[in-house]
């Protein structure tokens, strides 16, 4: 990108995303449906107006870190803990069943060859790329419904931050089998020191918010302050302890959600997360999108890789929860809410070319789930949410719609 490209750029994804944007309010799908459509049509594989750059990597990653922060901000801790060991087993379960069902995909269409042989072992990465939830289109379309704070909303969150999590330490055992130098025991110890570490800190900065609180209330230092620990824990995760840094910006929402000013800091948070980050992270998905090299069986395989990754989603995690005394409407809101993807399995893939553990072609299989999964996950939990009245407060640690800052922005 020559040095002023990037301003272009911004101001395609900008204009296009909220053309896109309203005009799926206008049909009644959530923004980001709208958003994600718009980076396919300027991306590679439509009119090309906008390629793919480091510099749009690194503004849709703060936007997801973003978004994650303001889902810990805006996150019930009441009913975080009352959810947290159901949260454990949907998130248990959501990994297990993706991961034998991609697992049996490869073996249906490629075999499985001898255990431990290099085939059975790319079939198992197949399933491993399956696991990851992406939970930043669920906490987007959440907000826009007004949700997030809900009991269903917080479960899907802890749900999906949880999930991601095992996937990580699934991800290092299966590469572990391939690189005899990899230790899987260590992404386990790395994870255990992470909340260890993530407690500590936790306590220390809340005491300290809490008297900046008290001293200058509504202040704008309070946010910035907050920003700075979110950057810090989501650094601190990836390069400390091997976490995802959605995890560390999902920490530090969660150290500051019982302040007095949360939700002032969370509006404040939204402010760039709305007008900015957020719609470069939404249209950069449909901008790495490439149709390109598309043979007939790798398109089968595809259309196979999508469905199975959705489903085993929604029917491990939805059944789980269903098993768990959850209404059939609640347990499907589960299970979609936890069947999108996104840069936690390209991050995984990538993982497994550079080990030699995937072929380069499965990438427009990952992309393609990608693409499908967050264009179908807002719609269909739109349509759930239909005809529901509205939350109540103290039901279940939910708020009105109208508290939350997100909503009233994002219908500007």
């Given at each position: 990108?020559?040095?002023?490209?990037f301003?272009?750029?911004?101001?395609?994804?900008?204009?296009?995303a909220?053309?896109m944007?309203?005009?799926?309010?206008?049909?009644?799908?959530?923004?980001?449906?709208g958003?994600?459509?718009a980076?396919l049509?300027?991306?590679?594989?439509?009119?090309?107006?906008?390629?793919?750059?480091?510099?749009?990597?690194?503004?849709a990653?703060i936007?997801?870190?973003?978004?994650m922060f303001?889902a810990?901000?805006?996150?019930n801790m009441r009913?975080?803990l009352?959810?947290?060991?159901?949260a454990?087993l949907?998130?248990?379960?959501?990994?297990?069943v993706?991961?034998?069902?991609g697992?049996?995909?490869?073996?249906?269409?490629?075999?499985?060859?001898?255990?431990?042989?290099?085939k059975?072992?790319s079939?198992?990465?197949?399933?491993?790329?399956m696991t990851?939830?992406?939970v930043?289109?669920?906490?987007?379309t959440?907000k826009?419904?007004?949700?997030l704070k809900?009991?269903?909303g917080?479960?899907?969150t802890?749900?999906?931050?949880?999930?991601d999590?095992i996937?990580?330490i699934?991800?290092?055992?299966?590469?572990?089998?391939?690189?005899?130098?990899?230790?899987?025991?260590?992404?386990v110890l790395?994870?255990?020191?992470?909340?260890?570490?993530?407690?500590?800190?936790?306590?220390v900065?809340?005491?300290?918010?809490k008297?900046?609180d008290k001293?200058?209330?509504?202040?704008?230092r309070?946010?910035?302050?907050g920003?700075?620990?979110c950057?810090?824990?989501?650094?601190a995760?990836?390069e400390?302890?091997?976490?995802?840094?959605?995890?560390?910006?999902?920490?530090?929402g969660l150290?500051?959600c019982?302040?007095h000013?949360s939700?002032?800091?969370?509006?404040?948070?939204d402010?760039?997360?709305?007008?900015?980050?957020?719609?470069?992270?939404?249209?950069?998905i449909g901008?790495?999108t490439?149709?390109?090299?598309?043979?007939s069986d790798?398109?089968?395989?595809?259309?196979?890789?999508?469905?199975?990754?959705?489903?085993?989603?929604?029917?491990?995690?939805?059944?789980?929860a269903?098993?768990?005394?959850?209404?059939?409407?609640d347990s499907?809101?589960?299970?979609?809410?936890?069947?999108?993807?996104?840069?936690?399995a390209?991050i995984?893939?990538?993982?497994?070319?550079?080990?030699?553990?995937m072929d380069?072609?499965?990438f427009?299989s990952v992309?393609?789930?990608i693409?499908?999964?967050?264009?179908?996950t807002?719609?269909?939990?739109?349509?759930l949410?239909?005809?529901e009245?509205?939350?109540?407060?103290g039901a279940?640690?939910a708020?009105?719609?109208?508290?939350?800052?997100?909503?009233k922005?994002?219908?500007?």
């Amino acid at each position: 990108m020559d040095k002023i490209g990037f301003f272009r750029d911004l101001a395609v994804i900008f204009l296009c995303a909220k053309v896109m944007g309203l005009a799926a309010q206008k049909l009644k799908a959530p923004q980001v449906v709208g958003e994600i459509i718009a980076g396919l049509l300027i991306g590679p594989s439509v009119f090309g107006w906008v390629s793919q750059s480091d510099f749009l990597s690194m503004m849709a990653e703060i936007g997801v870190i973003l978004l994650m922060f303001g889902a810990g901000i805006e996150t019930n801790m009441r009913d975080l803990l009352k959810t947290g060991p159901k949260a454990l087993l949907i998130a248990c379960v959501g990994v297990l069943v993706p991961l034998c069902g991609g697992t049996l995909l490869y073996g249906a269409f490629y075999g499985f060859g001898d255990f431990g042989s290099d085939k059975f072992l790319s079939a198992v990465f197949i399933g491993t790329i399956m696991t990851a939830t992406s939970v930043g289109i669920t906490v987007q379309t959440l907000k826009e419904l007004g949700r997030l704070k809900s009991h269903i909303g917080t479960l899907i969150t802890s749900a999906a931050i949880i999930d991601d999590v095992i996937g990580i330490i699934v991800l290092t055992f299966v590469v572990g089998f391939k690189n005899p130098d990899s230790n899987p025991l260590d992404v386990v110890l790395h994870t255990g020191l992470f909340i260890v570490f993530a407690f500590g800190v936790g306590i220390v900065t809340y005491y300290g918010f809490k008297f900046i609180d008290k001293r200058w209330p509504h202040q704008r230092r309070v946010p910035i302050f907050g920003l700075a620990l979110c950057m810090f824990l989501a650094y601190a995760a990836e390069e400390f302890f091997g976490i995802a840094d959605i995890t560390g910006a999902y920490v530090a929402g969660l150290i500051l959600c019982s302040l007095h000013d949360s939700n002032y800091i969370a509006r404040k948070i939204d402010v760039s997360s709305y007008m900015m980050f957020g719609p470069v992270f939404f249209a950069s998905i449909g901008i790495k999108t490439q149709f390109e090299g598309f043979s007939s069986d790798l398109l089968l395989f595809s259309l196979g890789f999508v469905a199975v990754a959705l489903l085993t989603k929604v029917v491990g995690c939805g059944l789980t929860a269903k098993l768990m005394k959850y209404s059939l409407s609640d347990s499907l809101k589960v299970g979609v809410g936890m069947m999108t993807r996104g840069e936690v399995a390209l991050i995984v893939a990538q993982k497994g070319l550079s080990v030699g553990m995937m072929d380069a072609k499965y990438f427009t299989s990952v992309i393609l789930l990608i693409i499908v999964s967050s264009i179908s996950t807002p719609i269909i939990l739109k349509l759930l949410y239909r005809g529901e009245p509205d939350e109540v407060p103290g039901a279940d640690g939910a708020v009105p719609p109208s508290d939350n800052g997100v909503q009233k922005t994002a219908s500007v």
